[in-house]
């Protein structure tokens, strides 16, 4: 059984726990796209974990976790998280690896990201993450990109040299300062050495552990509406989150997928700029970001919250193929007398969207058409079972699939592991 797990909205939806969740099942959990710019967090055993870059796979001992060659992957980043990973008492070796083919982060891809978004004028910022992911992806696409086989090669110094001077160039025309080749060859070599018993070809790996009845778990980072095709472009990432991106980052076919699972927190937040049709401006939202802990896992900016948006969450629904949901945080809402699930977007000449348009100008004439529903005001944190969630929190989740469409499988009422409900997976 191999799954893909997504983000249906615009990341942060809690995936990093569902993720946990899921590895328990499974013999080996590979990230297929993205980079250091996610942040996965588990709360296991008392104590809290962010893992930006190595499958959350790597805090069960025995599991295999793979960087496939879909994910962008900053080597300096990836070695001080493998320390930080053997700090906590897991051993990397002998179960994790990297794509030969995942193409290499390095300093001016960050650089060029920071100088890109300054750069940029006040509407037009995209609000990265500043970790190179946009940079390093259209070295990729523009095939001037280093990968992680790269790093083995006795040649990498002139590899490194030439795109520096390349980035230099690119740097001083954004105004930005360029960035040294000797420093950063310096600093690379302890890291190529920490990193090169881990490289290999991961499509042979991942083929053999499928052939072998092995079940995989395709770890999707970010989400849906931050795809570089069917997001919120041009305030996206530079990648496909989607379940697409599950194959063409790993090697493995359409046909080997057996189950996607979209993971969809019961309300919605985004961090960054662009738009965001159930954005709440009001105590509502302020109310969702200190009950939800709403600050970025990796940048710690506060997450803009929202409503639950049906919309978003049935278009990821068809564009992924999700068989089973993970709702996330439904606790978050205990406290709300009402509670709302946007339908549509109503523009402003009465046209009604029931999916998401392309046009972001068409998007910002748009209101969101609400359904109000009453709230629980009842502690959901310590609940056990599907069955035992006050009604109304019960109906909540019910209209929703009801509009969405799809299947509930995991249902989470907290940060810690034991929170997790099973509802049919
Ligand atoms: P980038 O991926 O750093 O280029 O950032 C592009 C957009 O994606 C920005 O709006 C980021 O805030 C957003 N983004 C990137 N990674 C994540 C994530 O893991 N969670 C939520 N938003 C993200």
Redesign the pocket.
């Known amino acids: 059984m191999n799954t893909v797990l997504v983000?249906a909205q615009?990341?942060?939806e809690g995936k990093g726990k569902v993720i946990d969740f899921l590895t328990a099942e499974s013999d080996a959990v590979v990230r297929f796209q993205?980079?250091s710019?996610?942040?996965?967090t588990v709360v296991a055993g008392g104590r809290k974990y962010v893992l930006h870059i190595v499958p959350s796979g790597i805090l069960h001992e025995g599991k295999i976790c793979v960087i496939g060659n879909g994910v962008v992957m900053d080597p300096a980043a990836l070695a001080d998280e493998l320390e930080a990973v053997r700090g906590w008492g897991y051993t990397p070796e002998g179960r994790f690896f990297i794509s030969e083919r995942a193409h290499l982060v390095m300093p001016w891809h960050r650089a060029l990201?920071k100088a890109d978004e300054a750069a940029r004028p006040g509407g037009s910022k995209?609000?990265?993450?500043?970790?190179?992911?946009?940079p390093a992806y259209s070295a990729k696409v523009g095939r001037e990109g280093l990968r992680a086989g790269d790093l083995l090669k006795p040649d990498f110094p002139d590899l490194v040299r030439a795109c520096v001077e390349a980035a230099n160039r690119k740097l001083r025309a954004l105004g930005a300062d360029g960035v040294d080749a000797d420093e950063i060859l310096a600093g690379l070599v302890p890291v190529a050495a920490a990193l090169k018993p881990f490289v290999t070809d991961t499509v042979s790996l991942l083929h053999g552990l499928a052939e072998g009845g092995k079940d995989i778990l395709l770890e999707g980072?970010?989400?849906t509406m931050?795809d570089i095709d069917f997001g919120t472009y041009p305030?996206?990432?530079?990648?496909n989150p989607t379940a697409g991106g599950a194959c063409t980052g790993t090697g493995l076919s359409p046909r080997q997928i057996d189950r996607v699972v979209g993971v969809l927190k019961l309300y919605t937040?985004?961090?960054?700029?662009?738009p965001f049709p159930t954005e709440l401006t009001d105590a509502d939202g302020e109310t969702l970001r200190r009950r939800g802990g709403e600050f970025?896992?990796?940048?710690g900016?506060p997450?803009r919250c929202g409503w639950f948006d049906a919309v978003v969450a049935r278009y990821a629904r068809r564009i992924n193929g999700v068989d089973f949901w993970a709702m996330t945080k439904l606790d978050v809402l205990d406290e709300f007398d009402t509670v709302k699930i946007c339908t549509g977007y109503r523009r402003d000449d009465g046209f009604t969207y029931d999916t998401f348009p392309a046009d972001l100008s068409a998007l910002a004439r748009c209101t969101p058409v609400y359904e109000e529903l009453p709230g629980w005001k009842t502690p959901t944190s310590a609940v056990t079972s599907y069955d035992a969630l006050p009604e109304n929190a019960r109906r909540y989740v019910e209209r929703i699939l009801e509009i969405v469409g799809g299947k509930l499988g995991v249902l989470s009422v907290g940060p810690a592991r034991e929170t997790t409900l099973r509802t049919g997976i």
Request: glycine share 30%; hydrophobic share 25%.
């Open positions: 983000g615009w990341g942060d993205g980079g710019n996610a942040g996965h990201d995209i609000g990265t993450t500043g970790r190179g992911i946009g980072a970010q989400a931050l305030f996206v990432t530079s990648s937040t985004r961090v960054g700029e662009g970025g896992a990796t940048t900016r997450r």
